[in-house]
């Protein structure tokens, strides 16, 4: 499955906000999976949905201009924390207090910001970006891992080793061998991940219980041009398929 938003961009992540901070990220993930947990990536990721919508809509015939959708493009990145965080004291609600700043910061393109849209369209599916996106991590690095054991493998074949069972010394092996053994489960790993990864749907343009109402009333109950608005929305993403059903309840399956 291809991924259509970058996985990390030229920020420092000696920026509290382009981190994601627990203990684990500094003892185990690198700089790119510690990027795909931040807060930039995951509100940038918000305005980038908000783009996608936008395009969409204009393709099937909402009024949006090419300039509202450039305001909003070159303001991608540039998130004002601060300015969020007093919105959200404010409204007492985190997508709002962004809808809010992006709107200050695109004052053409602000009557078409989340046009239709509720919360769990940021939400939900930035979540499901998010998880693609680590999954595109994480499968290069298991893949270079099984590179690399197969050079010591086969440089090992013939070196002998003990065997090891019921906590004593057993039959010899080889050194190749057990590296073999290895492998074989980072193999089966790989398979997993990659199935995991590819498994992954889109919510799409649904809204928190799962209706399309809204855009249902946007496009003067015009069915089609929903479920092309879902399709559109969804391909830029770099999903291939959405969800068919969604509610307010997370899957448990």
Not at 34 to 55: C, E, G, M
Not at 130 to 155: E, H, Q, Y
Request: charged share 25%; glycine share 6%; aromatic share 8%.
């Amino acid at each position: 499955m291809a991924s259509s938003t970058p996985l990390h961009h030229a920020v420092s992540c000696d920026d509290v906000y382009s981190s994601y901070q627990t203990p684990l990220s500094a003892r185990y993930a690198g700089p790119e999976m510690v990027y795909n947990f931040s807060d930039r990536k995951k509100f940038s990721t918000w305005r980038r949905l908000w783009l996608y919508l936008a395009k969409s809509q204009q393709k099937l015939g909402v009024n949006i201009s090419n300039e509202q959708l450039e305001e909003m493009e070159n303001h991608l990145m540039d998130i004002d924390f601060k300015a969020a965080a007093n919105e959200e004291k404010k409204t007492r609600h985190d997508v709002m207090a962004h809808v809010h700043v992006f709107a200050q910061q695109c004052p053409k393109a602000a009557p078409i910001i989340h046009l239709g849209a509720t919360s769990c369209y940021v939400g939900d599916n930035t979540d499901l970006i998010v998880l693609r996106d680590g999954f595109n991590i994480l499968l290069p690095k298991v893949a270079r891992c099984v590179n690399c054991l197969s050079k010591f493998a086969d440089t090992h074949r013939n070196l002998p080793t003990l065997g090891f069972t019921h906590l004593q010394p057993a039959q010899l092996t080889t050194v190749g061998k057990r590296a073999c053994l290895w492998i074989q489960d980072l193999l089966m790993d790989l398979r997993n991940l990659e199935r995991a990864r590819d498994d992954l749907r889109f919510r799409g343009v649904k809204g928190t219980t799962g209706t399309q109402a809204s855009f249902m009333q946007l496009f003067d109950g015009d069915e089609q041009k929903v479920k092309q608005l879902d399709k559109y929305v969804t391909e830029l993403a770099g999903f291939k398929s959405a969800y068919v059903i969604c509610g307010d309840r997370k899957s448990v399956v």
